[in-house]
Every structure is written in C-alpha cells, then in structure tokens.
C-alpha cells in the first residue's frame, strides 16, 4: 500500500506533496532526521491530508494531480477551511 500525503507549514505557508509506502517514518524523516533537501528549510511540517492506494502508479499518479493547479487549489481550500 501507498499513501499520497499532503505537508503543511503554517509558519512558512508552505505546502508539500509525497507519496511513500510508510508513512511515519516519512514524516519523521521531514521534521527532524533528514540532513539535506527542500523540506528541512521549512519545518515544523504537519500532515493535513493522506490517500491511501493500492499500486505505486496509482500514488504516483494521485501524487502528479495534486501537484497540477487544480490540485494545489484543492490542498490551500482543505487547509483554509
């Protein structure tokens, strides 16, 4: 299984978009053990939403629509509401 999740920090009004097969040790990775890379410069991160998927196409596909305009849109009215 594999789990198409969306990050947020609030206190850089940042979003990010993932896919993993597990999904805590992902998000620890984010906030407190990854070294390098986009997200460290943005912690602390909070999940606020996760689909969960049978097949890795089928994530990385959900993963490539959220990442368009219209699934950006989608993710800032979630964390707006």
């Given at each position: 299984?594999?789990?198409?999740?969306?990050?947020?920090?609030?206190?850089?009004?940042?979003?990010?978009?993932?896919?993993?097969?597990?999904?805590?040790?992902?998000?620890?990775?984010?906030?407190?053990?990854?070294?390098?890379?986009?997200?460290?410069?943005?912690?602390?991160?909070?999940?606020?939403?996760?689909?969960?998927?049978?097949?890795?196409?089928?994530?990385?596909?959900?993963?490539?629509?959220?990442?368009?305009?219209?699934?950006r849109?989608f993710?800032?009215?979630?964390?707006?509401?």
């Open positions: 299984m594999f789990t198409v999740y969306v990050l947020h920090s609030e206190s850089h009004q940042k979003i990010y978009i993932g896919y993993t097969s597990n999904l805590d040790a992902r998000f620890e990775s984010h906030n407190l053990l990854a070294k390098k890379g986009w997200t460290i410069k943005f912690r602390p991160w909070k999940i606020v939403h996760t689909e969960i998927f049978q097949s890795k196409s089928e994530a990385m596909k959900r993963e490539k629509a959220l990442k368009s305009a219209k699934g849109e993710i800032w009215k979630l964390i707006s509401t």
